[in-house]
């Protein structure tokens, strides 16, 4: 799975001369690890040159102690089956030498020779040949040492570590570390918690004179011209005066400066260099870096020299973005903008890259470019628990945004050391502040941060990052939505106002969290459950988090949906092939029922979560093994910048346009189609729009009427109170009449539908009287009531609800609290539900969504299956077989594999939901990570879709492409 490789090692290097990188993927370099309480007496001996380490293991850096040892084979595969648990933790949850030796590089012919460490998890002591150099505490704090008087440029060093465990418990004791790694309900406990040296080991050469954190700002006085600064700190290391020259350009642009500087002995200046003194700084039409799908995310680089005499001492490149960030919490929610734009939120949360640390290099590319590919636009770096530099750079390199989190998780204690959290959080603001991806900085998931932290967190923030981003104490409450609920609904209920989360304000508003449980494919299923595991469900599924474990994802609800909505599944594969539809419907709805929404209260939504640590059943779009499961190509869909997409509650069809471009002479159209695959003429709607920049706009209704019947008209009602009118004028049919309560919380009104009746659906006209929070129960004996719905956003006016449907004769609206000084009081109270009426469609039918141009050229298109019975999709196991068409090309470049293929469907039925995969014709193996522009689609008689997949020349090897092609309609394939 993972990729990090000797070509990042190489970059690395090639990229600036005067460093040599002690990482193993030096092909020079060897490191080994040993327990401290291994080593007895032999602790006096491993910092001589030559020492034996033949009993020790093989160290992975940068790394963790038990990434080393499984990497080794002195531990099973973690990620399969129940190994991990098995894992004796005490081996690990411990203190661990690191040792290696190294020669200085021939070319090392300046002044000063540095040692540097870039992350130690969770505290370290340093020794080279012999000698303590330095102590490191939090994985964040970086060590920088002089070490030109201690290393030799003609025998061997020996560089050993000491690395000191995190000690439980991690939250949020032990912060700053990577808490996670205790377990949580997404991961397992990792043995060792994630210690050891966890970033890039170093060595630089410098002059007397070298260059400390540089910090490129952009103003932005129009977007027509931006003002550029650039502070730095230059560090004079000899014990005499030095006077230099800073010089530097900006690319693109060939912009240049230079300032001479004066540095005392031992001492360390400021630099400031702007507009005021260089007004070449100022650049005119500026290439603007903007988030995914609101323009190119462009970067600049500066290269920065410092200068002795014609000699250059030190040298730094910066790569940066010419952007401005403010925002606004109009409403009580939180609006980004961006270069002036205000930018809708796409997004989801990252809990860790990987559960042991492995995610290396180039591997952030790959996890961000799908995230681009689902057309997000921001990444939460949840609980700060991604620390590596490529994550960054691939963020500003694809236009994602980050909402970064410090490490601190609600549970009301501070960490044991606040002022190592402090400086460890003023390192991660120096370390990264230059990447114009950074939008937002969170103290809290979930909380607060204690005193003295959030008001140190804040002053942080405005003196390292000069307030330019936006600082967040709390990850679910002012100004946001709450977080959660992280289980599965019907679509509709995303809709429906106000799905509401845990924690801040009602509303959809800007939802930090909000996810549902979602099952892989069966092929990625079979990579990490032992063969006798794989059906029925059971404890290997739990310790993959599908069962109490992950208790949070609703997994037996999420089982009910597959098997109530698409028919009782019949083994694994069948359940696999059913959870992918799930997953489509319900990560498809969560995005479009936030975009119906746009800045009518909506501002953005981040999914929980977006990409998988650990091989899991539970909070992914694609899986740990690069599988696009059917919640990346929901999410994938809804996400798309110009969006065509259908609202399931009032059946309207709306244009949402999350891009910063009017789009004129549009055509939307819509189309509904039954199983034999001919289309109802009567529902055909077609509309030409012009669509505003950054907007939701409502084009048409489709009619399927019979949903609104109201079963409640004309039936009894019965009230605990009654102080205006009797109960009966709720179900009247008159909306002139209306019915109230005694001036009481805990008032109730109900109506008998005569005879049980399904129901999934009420709509209450409240008068000035009205219930700030209620509940809507069911009963069949009215005495035993059960709820269906509870809303703490009660409204004068028309409150319309919709929930998973359920049986009962009687209705009740229960009142919790009163929204005024009076009672209750409803002109109507309708309910919905009953028998549907198939007004000419099949039991479950099609709709089918298109956006043109004004050429006719496709821009968006859209699917959805309907039932007649809302929640009960089973006739789709009755589907007829279909016959396709697959033509198919590959072509190789520059490294890549491209397969271009065009699927036909030559049947007169629906092909559902077609998945196309691209496999090794010799081992039938998928290949990925694969980037592709579709799957589970869906044609129509005589359709056609073109899918293009990629990926890497490496991945396929000598062997050759063989494609799968498998729409729904098959018989499910049973394995092995």
């Known amino acids: 799975m993972l990729c990090a490789s000797f070509a990042l090692f190489a970059a690395k290097a090639s990229a600036q001369t005067d460093v040599f990188y002690l990482n193993d993927t030096n092909s020079q370099i060897t490191w080994k ?13 491993l910092y001589k040159n030559g020492y034996a380490t033949q009993d020790w293991v093989k160290a992975v850096v940068p790394g963790t102690v038990f990434a080393s040892y499984v990497a080794a084979g002195l531990e099973k595969d973690p990620n399969f089956g129940d190994n991990i648990y098995k894992v004796d933790k005490i081996k690990y949850d411990r203190d661990f030498w690191y040792r290696t030796e190294f020669d200085v590089p021939a070319n090392f012919n300046k002044e000063k020779i540095w040692l540097n460490f ?41 560089l050993a570590v000491l690395v000191v465990c995190p000690q439980n418990p991690l939250v949020n004791y032990a912060s700053p570390t990577y808490i996670p790694s205790a377990s949580w309900d997404w991961m397992p406990y990792v043995p060792g918690l994630n210690s050891g040296i966890t970033d890039d080991v170093y060595l630089s050469n410098t002059g007397a004179l070298s260059i400390k954190d540089p910090w490129i700002r952009t103003e932005l006085p129009t977007n027509a011209r931006a003002e550029v600064s650039i502070a730095l700190q230059v560090k004079n290391s000899t014990n005499t005066f030095q006077s230099g020259v800073i010089s530097g350009v900006i690319s693109p642009g060939n912009i240049a400066f230079e300032q001479k500087i ?14 005021r003194r260089f007004p070449q700084l100022i650049i005119n039409g500026p290439k603007l870096w903007w988030p ?10 500066c290269k920065l020299n410092v200068k002795l005499g014609d000699a250059v001492s030190d040298s730094k490149e910066v790569k940066f973005g010419i952007k401005k960030y403010s ?18 939120l796409k997004g989801g949360n990252w809990g860790m890259a990987e559960y042991m640390l492995r995610c290396r290099g180039a591997e952030y590319d790959t996890k961000v470019k799908l995230h681009k590919e689902m057309n997000f636009n921001i990444i939460r770096n949840w609980i700060g628990s991604t620390t590596d530099e490529e994550f960054y750079d691939a963020c500003d ?42 939008a937002i900085w969170c103290g809290d998931n979930e909380g607060d941060p204690m005193p003295p932290l959030n008001n140190w967190l804040r002053e942080d923030i405005a003196t390292y990052d000069g307030g330019d981003r936006h600082y967040q104490p709390n990850s679910h409450a002012g100004n946001l939505t709450g977080s959660g609920p992280w289980t599965n609904f019907d679509p509709r209920w995303y809709f429906s106002r106000f799905p509401n989360g845990f924690g801040g304000n009602p509303g959809w508003g800007l939802r930090s969290e909000i996810g549902t449980a979602v099952f892989t494919n069966v092929e990625s299923f079979k990579k990490f459950i032992p063969a006798d595991k794989l059906w029925p469900r059971n404890e290997m599924w739990n310790l993959h988090f599908f069962g109490p474990s992950a208790g949070n994802a609703g997994p037996d609800r999420y089982d009910d949906g597959i098997n109530n909505r698409y028919g009782k599944a019949t083994g694994i594969e069948d359940y696999c092939r059913k959870a992918q539809l799930l997953n489509i419907e319900v990560n498809k709805a969560m995005y ?20 998988s640590a650990y091989p899991s059943l539970v909070w992914q779009t694609y899986d740990y093994y690069y599988d696009l499961t059917g919640a990346y190509w929901g999410a994938k869909k809804a996400c798309e910048p110009l969006h065509i997409q259908w609202n399931p509650v009032n059946n309207a069809i709306k244009i949402i346009n999350t891009t910063g471009d009017n789009a004129a002479g549009l055509t939307a159209s819509a189309e509904v189609y039954n199983t034999d695959g001919l289309p109802v003429k009567e529902y055909a709607l077609s509309k030409t729009v012009d669509v505003p920049a950054n907007t939701a706009l409502n084009c048409f209704s489709i009619n399927f009427a019979a949903e609104h019947e109201d079963l409640a008209k004309g039936k009894p009602a019965f009230a605990s109170s009654s102080a205006t009118g009797e109960p009966a004028l709720v179900s009247d049919g008159n909306s002139g009449s209306r019915w109230a309560s005694n001036q009481n919380d805990n008032e109730w009104i109900y109506i008998d539908l005569g005879k049980e009746q399904t129901i999934n659906g009420v709509k209450l006209n409240w008068e000035e009287a009205y219930a700030k929070a209620f509940k809507i129960q069911v009963s069949m004996d009215s005495k035993t009531w059960k709820d269906a719905a509870e809303s703490g956003d009660g409204h004068v006016g028309v409150q319309q609800l919709t929930f998973d449907e359920v049986q009962g004769r009687y209705v009740r609206m229960l009142g919790l609290q009163r929204g005024s000084g009076w009672g209750y009081s409803l002109w109507d109270f309708e309910v919905y539900g009953g028998q549907p009426k198939s007004n000419g469609l099949s039991d479950v039918h099609f709709i089918k969504l298109k956006l043109t141009d004004k050429n006719g050229k496709l821009i968006s298109d859209n699917f959805y299956w309907r039932g007649n019975k809302r929640t009960d999709f089973s006739a789709l196991n009755s589907l007829p077989k ?81 494609l799968l092609v498998e729409p729904y309609n098959e018989p499910v394939k049973v394995g092995k």
Do not use: C
Request: aromatic letters at 10%; zero cysteines.
């Open 33 to 45: 690890v040993k327990a401290q309480a291994d080593m007895g007496a032999d602790s006096l001996k």
């Open 118 to 158: 870039k992350g130690i998890n969770r505290k370290a002591d340093i020794y080279l040949n012999g000698t303590k150099i330095g102590a490191l505490d939090g994985f964040m704090q970086r060590g920088v040492y002089d070490v030109t008087k201690l290393v030799s440029k003609t025998v061997p060093n020996t």
């Open 262 to 275: 004066f540095v005392g002995a031992n001492s360390t200046a400021d630099v400031k260099l702007d507009t």
């Open 292 to 301: 995914n799908g609101y323009g190119d995310p462009n970067l600049y680089t």
């Open 327 to 344: 925002y606004d919490t109009v409403g009580r929610v939180l609006h980004v903008y961006v270069n002036g734009t205000k930018i809708f």
């Open 397 to 438: 390199k694809y236009g994602m945004m980050v909402w970064d989190d410090f490490w601190l998780n609600s549970i009301p204690n501070l960490p044991n050391d606040v002022n190592t959290f402090n400086a460890n959080a003023i390192e991660k603001i120096k370390r990264f502040r230059n990447h114009p991806s950074i």
């Open 592 to 611: 479009e029922g936030w975009e119906d929404n746009m800045w009518e209260d909506a501002s953005g939504i981040l999914t929980w979560m977006s990409q």
């Open 882 to 962: 279909v016959k396709l068409k697959v033509s198919s090309a590959v072509k190789k470049s520059n490294g890549k594999y491209y397969v271009t293929a065009k699927v036909s469907n030559l049947s007169p039925a629906a092909a559902f939901a077609i998945r196309v995969q691209a496999t090794k014709a010799s081992t039938g193996e998928q290949i990925l990570p694969a980037i592709m522009n579709d799957n589970y689609f869906s044609l129509m008689r005589g359709e056609s879709k073109e899918v293009t997949i990629e990926f890497d020349a490496e991945l396929l090897g000598k062997d050759a492409v063989k």
